[in-house]
């Protein structure tokens, strides 16, 4: 007979059945015995056993295993093996996006369920998904107007797809209907080129905060990815070497250990936003209170200087400059890099690229200058 969790007292505890408080953090103990923390969160904790214990009956369905990969997701995140930002787009695409209470400025942002969970609802299970299914969810998205959030749900619905098959939770799953090789077309996406030119960065540089300036510039001359690896940085990369400061990260997704130099400017923003008493693993883009900014926080921040160096602009009867995010000053980065005579090569080991080719195509498509028509003299 399998183990069972001890019988709990009788007084309330304010935990979900099956979940026991021990060493300082929340376990479930599952039917067959074993006992899985949930973390040191009391809320969270029962959010998690609340779906293994299945109220709502939906247990084996494909959005009980959806709700199940983001508990994975969760795990991942604690143990720095998967981003935060993708946590994030993930549970947007399952969960979607709860209630937004009212402030002085926004009225109440009514909650909002996830693309995933409406149309795959139960009785669907993962075994019933099929290629057709999931190209009529992306063509069917594409014609309300939301081709690439469909995209990107997609590729969370084919994330959990490819952990069932591989962890065998779902027997007689073999193949993920999700992937191109079972016929799937995304739906297409425009080319990001926008290009900021010099001008553009330094009037929105002269209005930014602190912060925002730290990110411009982090991402403007490391060129690694703002949304998934700059933003999850503390003082852990933070390394002096010969005398000089220097960046020691390791890219999220290839995995790779880098060094960057820090320009002398570079590191003064970096020691000005720290502040002059230094925590341990203190966030390098932090808020006043020393925590972490989220990235949509951060971007939101950036639109905000851009629309007040906009008002500048226009009052001093300039045209106002189109909007862009912290991800086009990669771009920038790697492009004034080119520009510069910088070798191919070494912007794409800067900008994490697997082939040389993408690294071409990802600066040239941005390169904006006139080209010199055909002076060639025909005899």
Same mark, same amino acid.
């Given at each position: 007979?399998?183990?069972?969790?001890?019988?709990?007292?009788?007084?309330?505890?304010?935990?979900?059945?099956?979940?026991? &408080?021990?060493?300082? &953090?929340?376990?479930?103990?599952?039917?067959?015995?074993?006992?899985?923390?949930?973390?040191? !969160?009391?809320? *969270? =904790?029962?959010?998690?056993?609340?779906?293994?214990?299945?109220?709502?009956?939906?247990?084996?369905?494909?959005?009980?295993?959806?709700?199940?990969?983001?508990?994975?997701?969760?795990?991942?995140?604690?143990?720095?093996?998967?981003?935060?930002?993708?946590? !994030?787009?993930?549970?947007? =695409?399952?969960? @979607?996006?709860?209630?937004?209470?009212?402030?002085?400025?926004?009225?109440?942002?009514?909650?909002?369920?996830?693309?995933?969970?409406?149309?795959?609802?139960?009785?669907?299970?993962?075994?019933?998904?099929?290629?057709?299914?999931?190209? !009529?969810?992306?063509? $069917?998205?594409?014609?309300?107007?939301?081709?690439?959030?469909?995209?990107?749900?997609? &590729? &969370?619905?084919?994330?959990? %797809?490819?952990?069932?098959?591989?962890?065998? #939770?779902?027997?007689?799953? #073999?193949?993920?209907?999700?992937?191109?090789?079972?016929?799937?077309?995304?739906?297409?996406? =425009?080319?990001?080129?926008?290009?900021? $030119?010099? *001008?553009?960065?330094?009037?929105?540089?002269?209005?930014?905060?602190?912060?925002?300036?730290?990110?411009?510039?982090?991402?403007?001359?490391?060129?690694?990815?703002?949304?998934?690896?700059?933003?999850?940085?503390?003082?852990?990369?933070?390394?002096?070497? *010969?005398?000089?400061?220097?960046?020691?990260?390791?890219?999220?997704?290839?995995?790779?250990?880098?060094?960057?130099?820090? $320009?002398?400017?570079?590191?003064?923003?970096?020691?000005?936003?720290?502040?002059?008493?230094?925590?341990? #693993?203190?966030?390098?883009?932090?808020?006043?209170?020393?925590?972490?900014?989220?990235?949509? @926080?951060?971007?939101?921040?950036?639109?905000?200087?851009?629309?007040?160096?906009?008002?500048?602009?226009?009052?001093?009867?300039?045209?106002?400059?189109?909007?862009? @995010?912290?991800? !086009?000053?990669?771009?920038?980065?790697?492009?004034?890099?080119?520009?510069?005579?910088?070798?191919?090569?070494?912007?794409?080991?800067?900008?994490?690229?697997? *082939?040389?080719?993408? $690294?071409?195509?990802?600066?040239?498509?941005?390169?904006?200058?006139?080209?010199?028509?055909?002076?060639?003299? %025909?005899?």
């Amino acid at each position: 007979m399998a183990a069972m969790g001890r019988k709990r007292k009788s007084t309330d505890t304010g935990l979900e059945p099956r979940v026991y &408080a021990k060493h300082g &953090a929340y376990y479930y103990v599952h039917r067959d015995g074993r006992w899985e923390r949930l973390g040191a !969160d009391k809320m *969270d =904790a029962n959010r998690k056993a609340r779906l293994f214990n299945d109220p709502d009956g939906e247990f084996g369905t494909l959005v009980y295993w959806l709700d199940m990969f983001l508990v994975h997701c969760a795990a991942k995140v604690e143990a720095k093996t998967l981003s935060p930002r993708t946590l !994030d787009d993930y549970t947007n =695409a399952i969960k @979607g996006t709860p209630e937004r209470v009212a402030t002085a400025k926004n009225p109440i942002t009514p909650a909002k369920p996830g693309a995933l969970r409406i149309f795959f609802a139960p009785p669907m299970t993962p075994l019933d998904l099929d290629p057709d299914m999931v190209q !009529d969810f992306l063509d $069917t998205n594409a014609e309300l107007g939301r081709p690439v959030p469909a995209n990107r749900e997609k &590729a &969370a619905l084919s994330s959990c %797809m490819s952990w069932l098959i591989r962890t065998g #939770k779902v027997p007689g799953l #073999k193949i993920n209907p999700c992937l191109r090789a079972s016929g799937i077309k995304r739906n297409p996406e =425009a080319k990001r080129d926008r290009y900021v $030119t010099h *001008d553009e960065y330094r009037d929105v540089w002269a209005v930014a905060h602190k912060s925002v300036r730290l990110m411009m510039e982090l991402t403007y001359r490391t060129l690694q990815r703002p949304e998934s690896d700059i933003i999850t940085w503390t003082t852990e990369v933070l390394l002096t070497e *010969d005398g000089q400061g220097k960046l020691h990260f390791r890219q999220g997704k290839t995995k790779k250990w880098m060094k960057v130099l820090l $320009t002398p400017e570079l590191d003064g923003l970096i020691r000005q936003g720290m502040g002059t008493v230094t925590k341990l #693993k203190q966030p390098i883009v932090r808020t006043r209170l020393g925590e972490a900014y989220s990235y949509d @926080g951060l971007s939101a921040m950036l639109k905000r200087s851009i629309t007040k160096a906009n008002k500048l602009r226009q009052a001093a009867g300039q045209d106002a400059m189109p909007s862009f @995010g912290f991800r !086009d000053l990669k771009g920038k980065g790697a492009t004034d890099m080119w520009q510069a005579g910088i070798p191919i090569e070494q912007i794409q080991q800067l900008c994490g690229h697997e *082939d040389k080719h993408t $690294t071409e195509i990802y600066v040239k498509q941005r390169w904006r200058e006139t080209a010199t028509a055909n002076l060639v003299a %025909m005899g």
